[in-house]
């Protein structure tokens, strides 16, 4: 069994920066696919980025390109979401998500983390 938990989230002003981190518990992490989603309020859970465990790829939703960018070390059995250029937009509760491998659903989550960020 995985066990996720976020961290670092919190108030930041548009423009700022947070970095997110979800630490994992159990084996295999490092073959593991990871995604960070987030939620706001009245809307659905998105997909914010995803990093493959399989060859180490990323990927990003367009409203975050270019300002998100997701890594991890499996070593720590850690990953990241270094945020940067907040918009008002993106204050949501972030959630990160592991897939094992050969797995269609992502199979466990972390309890949130909340970003708000003041405009």
């Known amino acids: 069994q995985v066990r996720l938990v976020e961290s670092g989230g919190g108030l930041v002003q548009a423009g700022g920066s947070l970095r997110l981190s979800c630490a994992a518990s159990g084996p295999s992490f490092s073959t593991y696919t990871m995604a960070w989603f987030r939620q706001a309020p009245g809307k659905e859970r998105d997909l914010v980025a995803v990093m493959s465990g399989r060859d180490g790829s990323t990927a990003y939703a367009d409203s975050v390109r270019g300002r998100f960018t997701a890594s991890r070390d499996n070593a720590k059995n850690t990953g990241y979401l270094q945020m940067n250029s907040l918009k008002f937009e993106d204050t949501a509760v972030y959630y990160c998500?592991?897939?094992?491998?050969?797995?269609?659903?992502?199979?466990?989550w972390g309890q949130g983390t909340q970003v708000t960020v003041s405009s």
């Open positions: 998500a592991a897939q094992e491998a050969e797995s269609r659903r992502w199979n466990y």
